[in-house]
């Protein structure tokens, strides 16, 4: 009889697998690292991996109903650049007007300081939710597949973004800037908390890098939650056998419009600290692709099934972390740039087949075919 | 329901094409009403401009061709772009007469590969083909140096490409060898019938007897060979080859193939409705670029009209039924 801790790992294999190569090769990244296993090298690896692990979050949980969100990239885009005009943390305020075809739509002045900054965050994360249940309420009510119809919504979005930022620019409040996208000491000095970060008992905490922390309370604080609810469960349920939970009485219209409407509030995470981070808007088509490839291959690597049905987003997170530490590699090892993108290629192709060695263990071809 | 006679409805299949067909018709009176409006002229209706509408389209419905087949059998390839930029890169490189012969192996080679991973190795095509176009470009980046490659198209490749014959532009011809290759597979060979199982269910097809593995296997390649059909081709109209060239075709040719009434789960669809979807997409695009819609309204209305053109016809069957 396997204990009860075996068969969880049994279970959850592919995730234990993803975490375990995560914490081997950023060991080993750390070693080889001149400057190794310091506060500096953390907070860069944090910023780096914020965005993408929160694209990936976003791609999960359409990805466990079965279901797949070709607009994250697009979406985390358009709430950067929203975000580049309302984070400005212009003292005098920041007019909010459209020009939109010769019409002048004047929608009132955000507040300058502080109470705007937050109120302009809040904005942004609500305009992504928005275009996440917009995808939600296309795929359920319009009964168009999911692959197609966030194929059409992210040029739309793109389309949103472009008309926003034509050029590059924008601007982000320095202290907002300085304060998310370091450690958790010059956060405290900047919104001046625990005795401007100098407090002892913060001490031993005051080299995390805030991008991990905000990391952290977004999956523990979001993700965890709605997976333990019931729509969290059906959305799982789904993925396994849409017309069974169908059957069990499941809510399963609501569950997946909540699960692209949490997926868009994940990607706006993503684009508010990418935007936050770059201090600027750029409504970069290639860039936003890339973004919406490699979340699925975080998602996979992480452990998710493209078929649904198993995996998580605490395992995306790692499966974003793994991709980023491999790019993290080519800088201390001295790769030629022009091989980074082999490299990257051939490791993307070398984690996926190895994770398809199971159909070398199936007895019945049969069970090949899901 | 089936007691409806099949002479008074049209068949399922036909229905999208019918409305796609209607819309382009749409899109032409539009483009025209607005072109005479501003400049007093119908250029979109001119027999000439159609022919080099068509001509560009012909880049896209090479791609959508081989795009269509894998559809069919309820997989994707993400790995176009850089199939078909290999191709051409490739094919400029070596030069002379073995030029088109080489990007045409270039792009079988990758099918093949794509689809010895999906049908053997069981990797979601999603996933494995986007690794594949991801070796495809770093192989690329590593060939050309990340320089815009010196090569030039041989004079072979630019006929077929870029010039006419018989006022036709020779690339027309081309898309019609392949459409006819197309059309013959799915309606007159065994192949054709196992690709519409697979896609139907492909444990099925399995039990029937088909070698559902060789048949994945052989839509992948044909896959790869219009991509790298379609980019010798655009090396040639373009004279050399360069990097990105074939990121304007990977979402246009899934959508042609969409709007077309091909199923994205695979198993239904007409070849004829992937050529109107082509049609349609390079018309809307060429009479958007006429209103000089900037590249933020095309975007909107590109995704809007996909939308659009699903919600009329592409509607997936509830779960309850």
Known sequence: ?370 | MSTIPARLTLPRDDRPILIAALFIVAILIAGTAYTWERFGSAPLISPTYLLQQLQIGAFLGIVAAGMMLVILISQIDLSTPWTLTAAAMMATTVGGPEAIPVGLSVGLAVGIVNGLGVAYLRVPSMIFTLGVNAVMRGLMVAHTGGFAPQTTATSLMRTLAAERSFGIPNALFVWLAVSAAVVIILQRMALGRYIYAIGNKEAAAYLSGVNTRGVTVVCFALCGLTAGIAGVLLAGYSQKAYQGMGDAYLLPSIAAVVIGGTNILGGRGRYLGTLVGVILIVLLNSVLSIMEMPEAGRQVIYGGVIILMLLVYGRGERVTS
């Open chain 1, 1 to 370: 009889m396997p204990s009860d801790l075996v068969i969880r790992l049994r279970q959850n294999f592919p995730f234990v697998t993803a975490l375990v190569l995560f914490c081997a090769i950023f060991a080993l990244y750390q070693v080889e690292h001149p400057r190794g296993f310091s506060s500096a090298v953390l907070v860069q690896n944090g910023d780096e991996v914020f965005a993408l692990a929160m694209v990936a979050m976003a791609q999960t949980v359409p990805v466990l109903a079965a279901g797949l969100d070709l607009s994250v990239g697009a979406l985390m885009t358009m709430v950067g650049c929203c975000a580049s005009y309302l984070l400005s943390g212009a003292p005098e305020g920041t007019p909010l007007a459209v020009e939109l075809a010769g019409l002048h739509l004047n929608l009132g002045t955000l507040p300058g300081g502080i109470i705007g900054i937050v109120l302009g965050m809040i904005i942004c994360l609500a305009v992504g939710t928005l275009a996440g249940l917009f995808n939600g309420v296309i795929v359920v009510y319009g009964r168009i597949q999911p692959i197609i119809a966030t194929l059409a919504t992210g040029a739309i979005y793109i389309g949103i973004a472009l008309f926003l930022r034509p050029q590059p620019g924008g601007k982000i409040d320095d202290d907002l800037n300085w304060a998310l996208t370091n450690a958790l000491s010059d956060f405290a000095s900047t919104v001046h908390i625990f005795d401007d970060g100098a407090a002892p008992w913060f001490a031993p905490f005051a080299w995390i890098p805030t991008s991990f922390v905000l990391l952290a309370l977004i999956a523990l604080l979001v993700w965890v939650p709605f997976r333990r609810s019931i729509t969290g469960r059906t959305v799982y349920a789904i993925g396994s056998a849409e017309g069974a939970a169908y059957m069990s009485g499941l809510n399963i219209n609501r569950a997946k419009i909540a699960a692209f409407t949490l997926g868009g509030f994940f990607a706006a995470c993503g684009g508010l600290f990418l935007a936050i981070q770059t201090s600027s808007g750029n409504a970069d088509l290639p860039q936003a692709g890339t973004y919406t490839l490699n979340s699925i291959a975080a998602v996979v690597i992480g452990g998710t099934s493209l078929l649904g049905g198993t995996g998580g987003a605490i395992g995306s997170i790692f499966g974003a972390l793994i991709l980023r530490v491999i790019s993290f590699f080519f800088r201390i090892y001295d790769i030629a740039p022009l091989l980074q993108p082999l490299f990257e290629g051939i490791i993307l192709l070398a984690a996926v087949s190895i994770g398809a060695l199971r159909v070398l263990r199936v007895k019945n071809t049969l069970e090949l075919f899901r």
